[in-house]
């Protein structure tokens, strides 16, 4: 009877190991799956976030469209000023020649 309850322990611990190894490999599997699967949430959200990107990207003016338009506008700035300033020149001119006028008529 020793062997024969021998014989059983050892069919039944080689039964256990089976069932680990069996268990083993379906713990791995959803692993394995639970991985791929959150793997997969976070390359969609990085696909909206370049897609998200991409449709911003058309509100943003470039480097040389910049400094191309804030040239011309600071060109048009320095026109205005020009005007301006020969404006005011133009008026000291007339009030100076009104002012000696005044002066010589009433002597």
């Known amino acids: 009877m020793g062997k ?4 059983r322990l ?4 080689e039964r256990e190991r089976w069932r680990g190894h069996y268990r083993e490999h379906a713990l791995l599997a959803s692993t394995l799956e639970a991985t ?4 997969e949430r976070r390359l969609d959200e990085m696909n909206m976030l370049r897609r998200q990107i991409e449709l911003e990207r058309g509100d943003y003016l ?11 506008l600071i060109q048009g700035l ?6 301006v300033w020969m404006g005011l020149g133009g008026v000291m001119a007339v009030v100076t020649l009104v002012g000696i ?6 002597h």
């Open 4 to 7: 024969r309850r021998e014989q």
């Open 10 to 13: 050892r069919d039944q611990l």
């Open 36 to 39: 791929r699967a959150e793997m």
């Open 62 to 72: 470039l480097r040389q469209e910049y400094a191309a338009a804030h040239g011309t």
């Open 78 to 83: 320095q026109r205005v000023q020009q005007t």
């Open 101 to 106: 006028l005044v002066s010589v008529w009433r």
